[in-house]
């Protein structure tokens, strides 16, 4: 379903939070070129103001108080722009003044940009989906994202994004968790991940967790996470299997996958470890998510 976003709230705010960051010179030039690009049906002047921002404006973080913060999660639930640069944040605040009068224009000039911007340019593309005026409009690039080779690309769409759990289906949902396991990215900033874990999505993970024993490969610990809610009597030999490794982060994402799923026979499971029992009580998946590194550039794995 498409959605509408208060655009004219979002205009506001990312127009405070620039004044507050940039310096005078490149605020002026910014808000020069947004009056032009609302006002004007060029696409010279949209695409060349696109290409100089960051030129004009830099790259310097984007820095928000708490209140600021507070009132981008009102305004777009997922939406983290303390991790933006100005320049990323100066290219959604000119997007959100392009005119929407004509829906195919629109459409057109924003694939446009896609088309023929750099790096840089379409993390900034990717990260403002979520926030433009129906979004839905713009699917096929949100997957063309979930599919790039850039990784910059890929973890603009799939990290700390709300477009994913707002528009994918459920079949382009666990592809995009999938790819998130085989490059080895993060699971734990993917926006609204709990609420979208299913049980093919558990079960894909565990052919992967086989898939990566069977080549003596280690596994991210936060796989664990997608199979807590659909653990099966299957899924409880692989977890015995690994409670028996030599992995401290890897027991322990398992100790809390067992606990979180409130399974009597995945609990015991951690009867023959009651050290592990404690430590477990003292940790969440953010923890396991800060620790996955050591985990995933140790030795390869005896099975």
């Keep these: 379903m498409d959605m509408l976003v208060d ?153 700390r994004n709300a477009y994913p759990t707002q528009h994918f289906d459920q079949d382009a949902w666990n592809q995009m968790v999938l790819k998130t396991l085989f490059v080895e990215s993060e699971l734990q900033p993917i926006y609204g991940f709990d609420g979208r874990r299913n049980a093919q999505l558990a079960r894909m993970a565990i052919d992967y967790v086989h898939e990566r024993w069977a080549a003596k490969r280690r596994i991210t610990p936060e796989l664990w996470r997608l199979v807590a809610p659909y653990i099966d009597d299957l899924m409880l030999v692989d977890l015995k299997a690994g409670l028996a490794m030599d992995d401290l982060v890897q027991r322990e994402a398992i100790g809390l996958c067992c606990v979180e799923s409130q399974l009597p026979a995945a609990i015991a499971l951690l009867a023959p470890y009651p050290g592990l029992v404690t430590r477990v009580a003292a940790i969440d998946w953010g923890d396991i998510c800060a620790r996955r590194s050591v985990v995933m550039s140790a030795d390869p794995i005896a099975v």
Excluded at 17 to 46: F, G, K
């Design 7 to 159: 655009t004219a709230q979002l205009r506001l705010v990312l127009s405070t939070w620039l004044a507050e960051n940039l310096p005078s010179e490149s605020w002026q030039w910014l808000s020069q070129q947004v009056q032009a690009v609302e006002h004007s049906a060029s696409d010279r002047t949209l695409f060349t103001t696109f290409s100089l921002i960051t030129r004009r404006v830099g790259k310097a973080d984007l820095c928000l108080n708490a209140a600021q913060f507070a009132t981008a999660q009102t305004l777009c639930p997922g939406w983290e722009p303390q991790r933006w640069s100005v320049d990323q944040a100066a290219r959604s605040w000119l997007l959100l003044h392009l005119p929407q009068a004509d829906e195919l224009q629109v459409k057109h000039r924003i694939e446009q940009l896609f088309t023929t911007s750099g790096l840089q340019e379409l993390i900034a593309l990717h990260q403002t989906l979520p926030l433009l005026p129906y979004p839905d409009r713009y699917r096929f690039w949100a997957d063309e994202g979930v599919r790039s080779h850039m990784k910059g690309v890929f973890d603009a769409i799939v990290l």
